[in-house]
């Protein structure tokens, strides 16, 4: 009987060992529009490259975990996570109370606010400037909730944030709401709207706004990994060095 016993414990340990033994490092596949540089976008290489990008690759790595990045457009991007078509999504996404209520996020990753990006000549100072005009954004995002909520301004939705900034360049438009960093990318750094485009101003708000990784509710196994992730590169400098790579060192 003794030896029967014995027997079945080792059977027992056999089959189990292969779910630990050799097992790989879990891959957590992550949702991203990749139209929003610095953050997340495509190069010249067809490569999906940018800060974000840069900064889940580096948490994968200090968390055990993989990462693959998903290029999925922003329109349908939250109705494939509630579809499980994706573990996470990792696009520029505010924290805020309405989407906390239908899915989770990890700890906040960036601060941002909202910039308004004009044409030189513009002596637009606040939304309200802008009465009677149409302004633009990405639907729905802050930005595009920003113009919607300011009276008189006629709100203009896009797919990319690309095409309602090629808009403003061509007149359609008198201004371009979007996060901070984008502004400055498309305004500032690029070379054909940088000679015509500048950042007016920025919407104010009385409350901070964070970007956070975001999950299906209820999925703590994917958000303690990554949050693992993120408290590990705050805490080695990676998260520094990555910030400075594509934002400067100041």
Known sequence: MLKKIVVVLMLSLFVALP????SK???ITIASDCTWPPMEFVNKDKQVVGFSVDLMKACAKAAGYEVKIKNVAWDGIFAGLAGGRYDAICSSVTINEKR????????????????????KDSDAKTLSDLKGRNVGAQIGTTGYFAIKGAEGVTPKSYDEIGLAIEDLYNGRLAAVVCDDPIAADFALQQEDYSKRLKIA???????AEYLGVAVKKGNTEIINLINKGLAAVRAD???????????GSN
């Open 19 to 22: 779910a630990f033994a050799g």
């Open 25 to 27: 490092a879990p891959v």
């Open 237 to 247: 400098g990676t998260y520094d060095k990555i910030k400075a790579k594509w934002f």
């Open 100 to 119: 906390k209520k239908i899915m989770d996020f990890s700890v906040p990753y960036f601060e941002v606010q909202q910039s308004v990006v004009t044409n």
């Open 201 to 207: 101003f920025v919407v104010k708000s009385d409350k």
